[in-house]
Each structure stands twice: as structure tokens, then as C-alpha cells.
């Protein structure tokens, strides 16, 4: 729920169909910086933020982030810090993460895992990995240039966060819950497709099931954020489409009316009027 810059009292009512107001901006962001201790799912926020030219809440971000780190720094020392860096180098190295993949792979829900469980070379597991890393950074910047932000954006922005990072655990797909109820919501409205509910409640249900079928060598968890990421996506384009469509029969509307008016300042206020709209 700290995707969306929302105040405390629209999260409470479920309502994230609004955009924040500019007096959050700074709050919503300090509270997203504060994710920044598991940086592996922060990852997408400041992306998300830039894309958006959210920069006051960008900034809030980048300052709470760094004062977290500072305080760590200076409640636990820099030796800390070294030790930190220290294991992250060893943890990248090749027999660490064989190790890993041996002992953990099957809570393991990222796409070089799955590549991995498929039984791809490493490399090639990699690879694929990284190109879908790649589409996920472009779907976000895409999805987070549209203004106001919704529901639509925070699916992206989670699903994304857990394609980025090649090491995450089951647990870690708490982020696919507010995605899958943001979906169903969009698509129990609009009508669906015969079989279609068996994939939210599969969604839903994959951080626990996911695991059982990856001893099956069958990475439901990746195919399924995958999926999930595309479908948002596409509804992010659709509504980018119709907004665009509006935009351009508003305007249209307003020439008219300006070429039938002889006051520039009716012609001025009217396309105001539209640009503030959208």
C-alpha cells in the first residue's frame, strides 16, 4: 500500500482512484524511502517516482533513504557495513548461488530461478532474466508517465518489483496481493473471460502453491507475475488510449467553440480548462 501516494485515511477507504495531494507529497515519499532496508523490492519506487516527475516526493525519498542509512551507520558502525558489502560480493559469486539454488530453489519465485528449474544452463537462466528485467524498467516507465496515478500503476510498480531482483523467496510475493485484488476489481467489471476467476484465485493462492510446484520443476509463481504484469500493462495502454482520445475530442470541442467566438480570453480559459483536466 506505500506504492501509492496516498493519505491515510483514502487507504483506509480502499479508495485509490485519486491522485495525493501536494501537502503528502513529501510524507508519502519519506515513507517510501523507508522501504529502502530491503532494497531488492525498493528498487522500482524511485524509478517509478522519476517516471511520474513526482520530485517532491522523489526527494523525500532519496532524503529519508539516506538518513536511514546514516543512522544505521552510526548506531552500528561501519564494520557493519563492510561485512554487509563483503557478503554481498560472496553471495554473487558462482558456488554460492549453486549452494543456494540447491537448498532453496523450490521457495524461489524469480524468473532466472525459474529459468534454472526448467533446467537451463545458468547462463542462459541469466540471460533470460535479465530481458525480462528489462521489459519490466520499460513497462514501468511507460505505466508511471500517466497522471493521476491508480490502482493501475501500483499493480505495475509490485509486479515489476518482483521481476527485477534474481533472488527472492516465496514470502516476498506479499506484493502480488494488492496487484491481484487492483485486477479482479478492473476485470469483474468490465466482464470475464470462461476460466478467467481461476487465475486470480491461482495469483492469489501462488506463493503458497508455487513452491510445491516447483519440486515439479513447473515455476507457476514466474508465470504467473509475468502474466499478471502483462495484463496491467495492457490495461495501463488501453486507458492511456481512451484518455488520449478524450483529450483530443475536448480540444477539438474547444476550437470550435473558439473559432465561433470572437474573445481570445474565452479561447485561452477553455483550453486551461482542458490541460488542467488532464
Known sequence: FFFKQKTAYEIYQCDWSSDVCSSDLLAAGALLGLLSYKPQLWAMVPLALLAGRRWRALAATAGSAAFLALASLLVFGVDLWRAFFDMARVASGPEFTNTMFGV???????????????????????????????????????TCRAAPWGDVQIAVIAMSSLLISPYLINYDMLLVMP????????????????????????????????????????????????????????????????????????????????????????????????????
Open 179 to 278: 496487484a491481484a485484488v487492483a485486477l479482479f476489481r478492473h476485470r469483474l467489471q468490465g466482464g470475464m473471460l470462461p476460466g478467467e476467476p481461476f487465475f486470480y484465485a491461482g495469483l492469489w493462492l501462488a506463493p503458497n502453491i508455487g513452491m510445491r510446484f516447483n519440486q515439479h520443476h513447473l515455476p507457476l509463481s514466474a508465470i504467473m507475475i509475468v502474466a499478471c504484469l502483462g495484463i496491467k500493462h495492457r490495461e495501463a495502454y488501453q486507458l492511456s488510449q481512451a484518455s488520449g482520445e478524450v483529450l483530443a475530442v475536448c480540444w477539438s470541442a474547444v476550437e470550435r467553440t473558439s473559432i465561433s467566438s470572437n474573445s481570445p480570453d474565452d479561447d485561452r480559459s477553455g483550453k486551461l480548462a482542458v490541460a488542467y483536466a488532464f
Open 104 to 142: 532453496v530453489g523450490d521457495y524461489m519465485t524469480t524468473v532466472l530461478a525459474a529459468g534454472r528449474n526448467v533446467g537451463l544452463p545458468p547462463m542462459a537462466a541469466t540471460i533470460v532474466h535479465v530481458a525480462v528485467a528489462a521489459a519490466a524498467v520499460a513497462a514501468v516507465v511507460q
